[in-house]
Structure formats: C-alpha cells, structure tokens
C-alpha cells in the first residue's frame, strides 16, 4: 500500500510531467549547443549583430502578438469585447505553451482558456482555432512565396502567382457553401465532421473574414520579414534563403511534429528551408547556418516570453 507522501509525489509527477519533460529537453539542449559549439560562439554572433537590430526584432515581433490578440478579439466580439487585457494574457499563455509543449498538445489549451475566461463553448473555441490555423498555414505558406517570388528568374510571372495564390482564402470563402456542400457529399463519413467543424468556425460575414484574413496575411509577413532579416544580419545568404529560413522555422512550429520548445526542430526547419531556398552547401556556409538557426530560435523564445511577461503585467496593472 502506498503511503500518503509516496502518492503525492507521484501525484505531482504525473501533473508536471509535460513540463518536466520540456525542462529536460531545453537542458540537454542547451549542453548540446555548449559542447559542439560553445555558448560564446553563439552570444558573439548575437555580438556582431548589434543590441539595436536585437531590440527591434523583438519589439516587432511582439508587436505580432497584438495582432493575433485582436484577430481573437474581433473574432468573438460579444464575449471578449471590453477584455482585450485579458484576452491578450490568454492569447500569450496560449502562445507560450504551443512553444514549449511538443506535438503541438499546447493548442488544446486554447478553447479551455477560453471557456474559462470568456465562457465561450469548447467546440467553438475549437473550431475557430482550426479556421485561424488553416489561415495561418496560408498565410505563411504566402510568406515564402515572397522568397521564391525573389530568386524566380521570371520576376513577374512569379509575383502574378504569388498574389493569385494570396487571394485563395476569399475565393474559397466567397464559395464556401457550394464548396463544403461538395466535400460534404465527397468525402468519407468519418472525415465529415472537420467539414462541419470548419462551417462552424468561420466568421460570421465577408466583413469579419476580411478583417482576420488581412490580420494574419500582416502578422505573418510581420514575423517572416523580421526572421528572415535576422538571418540575413547573421550572414545567411542568399536572401532568398534568408526566407526560406524563416518560413522553415515557422513550418516546423506549425506541424504536429514539435519538440518540446522547438528544440533541435525548430533551427532544423530553418536550416532545411535555407538549403531548400538557395543556401550554399559549403562546410563553413553550413556551420554559420547552424548557428544562425539557434541565434533565431532563442529570438522566437525570448519574444515569446517577452509577451508573456507583458502580458502578465498588463493585466495585473487592470485588476
């Protein structure tokens, strides 16, 4: 029979074994960065780059999170308007715990948040996570286009694609209907309820769709153009691979598979994305890759916890 300290103990294992786990991981992460190259590498490429540069990167890409709050906001109007403190702490806890939990499990604490704070339903909330994802994945997927747009040698054929591309959201919400009426009827018994969960998580009018697909088009290519500078300050060329290594990064934290904190999958999508996009495959091109990967990783983390902590002092400062 276990002893009432024995089951506390394991009690408590079990609660924090997500962020145990993630703990573990940024551990061994980080003495894998120290043994092959050295802390100081690292923080001397930072060096080079400047504290100006650094301190804008970060200023601009919390500024994204602003952005992501009030897509939310004006998503749910009713239930969140007159609470934009607190739906920024909730959107900030939200962002924070997709980084640091793996397989993308940080995204279920989302329409719980919300039902808690808001009492929006759970499957609301769940649903128009999935919209917003959908959006989001666009939207990215549009911010690399800028990179292939910029080594294409058919400079305006490129563009002209790229922009037909930009635009396919509308042209799929202007037909929504017919459209999920068809892949009501096409696809199998089992995969009609995402068809029915995505009717549900639309917004409610062509206003409110134009309003979340501009904000994630500019958050997106907000949060790309800052990255893909950053790589460009670290030395990581082309440009075209500059993007590459920002959309790569990015795609990595939006596919299910997710280390805990991105670790070691994160700076492997920026390096796959720069290769991808033009990088030279030279040894020493690589190994400054590599650590430029890791310098814009620890960018994303420290802005991440950057707007948690504003976050959390904003709404103090409201209570």
């Known amino acids: 029979m276990k002893t009432p300290m024995v089951a506390s103990r394991q009690n408590w294992f079990i609660r924090n074994r997500m962020t145990l786990l993630t703990l573990a991981v940024v551990l061994a992460y980080a003495a894998f960065i120290e043994w092959f190259w050295g802390w100081g590498s690292i923080l001397a490429q930072w060096g080079k780059v400047g504290v100006p540069p650094i301190l804008l990167a970060l200023a601009l890409l919390t500024s994204t999170y602003f952005l992501r709050t009030?897509?939310?906001?004006?998503?749910?109007p009713k239930e969140t308007g007159g609470h934009f403190t607190a739906l920024f702490r909730v959107t900030q806890v939200h962002n924070l715990l997709n980084i640091m939990m793996p397989f993308r499990?940080?995204?279920?604490?989302?329409?719980?948040?919300?039902r808690s704070e808001f009492g929006i339903p759970l499957a609301r909330g769940t649903s128009a996570l999935f919209v917003m994802r959908l959006l989001d994945l666009h939207a990215l997927l549009?911010?690399?286009?800028?990179?292939?747009?910029?080594?294409?040698?058919y400079g305006a054929l490129a563009w002209v694609l790229w922009f037909a591309f930009l635009l396919l959201p509308v042209?799929?919400?202007i037909l929504r209907r017919p459209l999920l009426k068809f892949a009501g009827k096409a696809l199998p018994k089992k995969a009609q309820g995402l068809v029915h969960e995505l009717e549900r998580g639309m917004p409610a009018n062509a206003s409110a769709f134009a309003r979340a697909w501009l904000t994630t088009v500019v958050n997106w290519l907000v949060k790309v153009l800052v990255l893909a500078w950053a790589l460009r300050l670290m030395n990581v060329t082309p440009l075209?691979?500059?993007f590459g290594g920002a959309v790569g990064g990015e795609l990595s934290s939006v596919l299910p598979v997710h280390a805990p904190g991105g670790v070691g999958t994160y700076p492997a999508g920026i390096t796959a994305g720069a290769i991808a996009f033009g990088a030279p495959g030279l040894k020493d091109a690589l190994d400054n890759l590599a650590?430029?990967?890791?310098?814009a990783h620890l960018l994303i983390v420290v802005s991440a916890l950057t707007g948690t902590a504003l976050a959390l002092l904003i709404s103090r400062k409201h209570n």
């Open 70 to 76: 009030w897509r939310i906001y004006d998503y749910f």
């Open 105 to 114: 499990t940080g995204e279920t604490s989302f329409p719980v948040l919300m």
């Open 171 to 173: 042209a799929a919400f």
């Open 240 to 242: 075209s691979a500059s």
């Open 142 to 153: 549009a911010a690399a286009g800028v990179g292939l747009a910029l080594a294409s040698p």
């Open 291 to 295: 650590q430029a990967s890791i310098s």
